[in-house]
């Protein structure tokens, strides 16, 4: 059958349909929950948790299912170790006042320093030995791949280009996420900045495909069961879909956001550093516009994101939408499933149709 592939009996999962993970508070238990109880495999962002934070929430998770689940953090977590000059401050202070003042509130003071999280996390995912660790923006050491194999943890990392799959494969990882442009949130790409890292899924997995032993799993622009033959035909072992399941009312997305992710506004979709610092696809509004090619104003990730906060939180109440990036990735417009379980139904289903083999 189609869905018996080499990930699949890995991880233990009967369709090797991954769901994929989402920072930023977006994830949910419940759609974890749904997913891999669906037979595939549901994935949670932590990258923003406290390892406290993580145990609870692997204890949450395990109440609502027995199935596999990935726990996935972001390797790298900070640029420019985590600061800014009074003097970039002031720039971005600049560039961004007219949006404060449209929602009528003041710039915020300048983001404290920050400090990397990902070491703690990592060792709580250790402890936790979640079925699948997933993490992005980086490699891990051998010797952390080896510690991962021993307590029975299936490690997979995400790859923008064929020199980074190379790269992870070289660090012992045991599966590779083909993350290719059309993907909806951030780019994750480590070793070349992501402006130069662009590749579409399906060159990526066939580049990848063609020079790595270790399973691919393709991510970017896959919402239909026709997506997931497509990837499986091009050499892809799995697929993992962000977009789709995002807009599922089991997500943490707010109604909105998963309204708008069905709406004509999904035609349009942007990468822009101007949210958070780093380069990410949502849909397009005035300030992806507006900021494109003034990145140079930008603070730092993540201190971008902080700077932000403000402003997404009063656009919302005043419900501007045009001033708040909603994240999603160019398949959008074929959404057609509101419910995790359906759409994981009508996923296997068509992709269960005609297979070419
Ligand atoms: C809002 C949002 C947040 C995301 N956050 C993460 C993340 O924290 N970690 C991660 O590995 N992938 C993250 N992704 C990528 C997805 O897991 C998935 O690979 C991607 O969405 C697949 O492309 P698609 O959106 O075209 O389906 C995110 C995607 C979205 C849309």
Same mark, same amino acid.
């Not at 899924?201 to 990848?208: A, G, S």
């Not at 991510?219 to 499986?232: E, F, N, V």
């Given at each position: =059958? ?6 699949a009996?890995k991880i233990g ?6 769901? $994929? ?6 994830s ?11 037979g595939?495999l ?8 406290t390892?406290q934070e993580?145990?609870?929430? /692997? ?7 027995g199935k596999?689940?990935?726990?996935? &953090?972001?390797v ?8 800014a ?5 002031a720039?971005?202070a600049?560039?961004?006042? @007219?949006y ?6 003041p710039?915020?003071e ?9 070491e703690?996390?990592?060792? #709580?995912?250790?402890d ?14 051998p ?9 029975g ?6 790859? %923008?280009t064929?020199d ?5 494969e070289?660090s ?6 083909a993350?290719g442009?059309e993907?909806?949130?951030?780019? @994750? ?5 992501p402006?130069?890292s662009?590749?579409g899924?399906?060159? &990526?997995?066939? &580049?990848?495909r063609?020079?790595v032993?270790?399973?691919?799993i393709a ?7 026709? $997506? ?7 050499? #892809?072992?799995a697929v993992?879909i962000?977009?789709?399941?995002l807009a ?21 979709t ?5 949210? %958070?610092g780093?380069l ?11 900021m ?10 993540p201190l ?5 906060? /403000?402003l ?6 005043q419900?501007?939408w045009?001033?708040? !990036?909603f ?7 074929? &959404? ?5 379980g359906?759409? =994981?139904?009508? !996923?296997v289903?068509?992709a269960?149709?005609?297979l070419i083999?």
């Open positions: =059958m189609w869905y018996n592939t080499a990930s009996k999962i009967q369709y090797p349909i991954l769901q $994929g993970p989402f920072g930023g508070n977006l949910s238990v419940r759609l974890v929950a749904a997913v891999s109880n669906a595939g549901g994935g949670y962002g932590a990258y923003t948790h390892p993580i145990f609870s929430l /692997d204890r949450e998770i395990r109440a609502s299912t596999p689940y990935n726990l996935n &953090l972001w790298s977590d900070v640029d420019n170790s985590g600061s000059t009074d003097g970039q401050y720039q971005t600049k560039l961004f006042q @007219p404060f003042d449209e929602v009528g509130i710039l915020p300048k983001p404290a320093p920050f400090q990397s999280r990902f703690n996390q990592l060792q #709580a995912v250790l936790i030995r979640p079925k699948v660790f997933s993490y992005l923006f980086g490699t891990l050491s010797d952390i791949h080896e510690q991962c194999r021993k307590r943890i299936v490690t997979a990392g995400a790859a %923008t064929l980074e799959a190379l790269a992870l070289a012992g990882v045991d599966m590779i996420i993350s442009f993907a909806g949130g951030h780019r @994750p790409s480590f070793l070349d900045t402006e130069s662009l590749t899924t399906f060159v &990526l997995v066939q &580049l990848i063609e020079k032993k270790a399973p691919v991510a970017g622009g896959i919402a239909t069961g026709a $997506g997931i033959k497509a990837a499986m035909q091009l050499g #892809a072992d993992q962000g977009t789709a399941f599922c009312e089991e997500s943490n997305a707010p109604p909105i956001h998963r309204e708008l992710l069905f709406s004509d506004r999904a035609k349009y942007t990468l822009t550093r101007a949210f %958070t780093r990410g696809r949502g849909l397009t509004n005035r300030i992806s516009k507006e494109s090619g003034r990145e140079s104003g930008f603070l730092p990730f971008q994101s902080q700077f932000m906060s /403000d997404r939180k009063s656009a919302m109440e419900e501007k045009d001033l708040i !990036l994240w999603g990735g160019q398949i959008a417009p074929l &959404l057609k499933h509101r419910k995790a359906e759409l =994981m139904q009508s !996923l289903e068509e269960g149709k005609n083999s």
